[in-house]
Structures are given as structure tokens and as C-alpha cells.
């Protein structure tokens, strides 16, 4: 039996906002080497592109690359994927309610949306097995 594909997608924080955390979905303050202490206080739950070899301080001109940086130089997962904390791309490929630009607008993170958007470990594993890069068209 071969083992499952490592894969970590990586949620790019740099607001306090709902998180969205599994096994594959991993929370990362971006920018908290300049960040506010306060801003680091309300984050420390999640991974800081701060550590390891990191590009941290360059966030206010590099934003979300400051973690695909951090993830390049300190991870060995086979596979790996970047969202916005408010931005995800949606797995699921049936029963979407898209809205005229074809996105999916939910006020709040609920267990209903990350049903909606397959944004479940098992549904994303299955996505990913599949395909050698996942995008949206």
C-alpha cells in the first residue's frame, strides 16, 4: 500500500479573522516580524513566516510571497498551496452556488461553506491525487 501524498495548503494571514485549520489547511502570519505586538498576540496560534529562513520583514512590499518563501525554504511537503484568508479555491466540483464572476460568497467561515467549497482534508486529498496543479479556469 503506498502512502498518502504529504500536502499542506497554506492560509496567508495577516488580520485576525475566522480561521480555516485541518490537517492539509495551515494558518501563516505573514509579515509578523514587522507586525504590531498586539497583531502577534492575536496570531500566535498559527505558524509566523518569522521563522526558519524567512523573508518576514519584506512583507509590506512582497505581501502572500513572504509565506510561499518561508514554505519553499522550510518544508518538504510533496505537494503545497497558498490561499488568502478570504480568498480559497473551492474543491468541490458539484452543486456550487456561484455568484456572476463565478466565485462563492459566504459572510462568515461556517461548517456549511467549507462543506460548499470541499474544503474538507478528504475531499482536497482526492482533488489533489488526482491532478500534478490544481487551478482555477
Known amino acids: ?18 480561521r480555516i485549520s485541518s490537517s ?11 507586525a504590531s505586538s498586539d497583531m502577534v498576540q492575536r496570531l500566535q496560534d498559527m505558524i509566523g ?3 526558519g529562513d524567512n523573508i518576514s ?17 522550510n518544508t518538504c511537503d510533496d505537494y503545497v498551496g497558498f490561499f488568502h484568508y478570504r480568498r480559497h479555491l473551492s474543491f468541490n466540483d458539484h452543486d456550487k452556488k ?9 459572510p462568515f467561515v461556517t461548517d456549511d461553506y467549507l462543506a460548499q467549497a470541499g474544503l474538507i482534508d478528504d475531499t482536497i486529498q ?8 490544481v487551478t482555477r479556469v
Not at 501524498?5 to 479573522?17: A, G, T, V, W
Not at 520583514?57 to 519553499?72: D, G, V
Not at 456561484?98 to 459566504?106: P, S, V
Not at 482526492?126 to 496543479?133: F, L, P, V
Request: glycine share 4%.
Open 98 to 106: 456561484e455568484n456572476k464572476w463565478g466565485l462563492l460568497e459566504y
Open 126 to 133: 482526492k482533488k489533489i491525487g488526482e491532478s500534478d496543479i
Open 1 to 18: 500500500m503506498m502512502n498518502e501524498p504529504s500536502m499542506k495548503i497554506f492560509l496567508s494571514y495577516h488580520n485576525d479573522s475566522e
Open 24 to 34: 492539509i489547511l495551515t494558518p501563516i502570519h505573514v509579515g509578523r516580524k514587522i
Open 49 to 51: 513566516d518569522d521563522t
Open 57 to 73: 520583514e519584506k512583507n509590506e512590499s512582497f505581501c502572500e510571497l513572504t509565506a510561499q518563501y518561508w514554505a519553499w525554504k
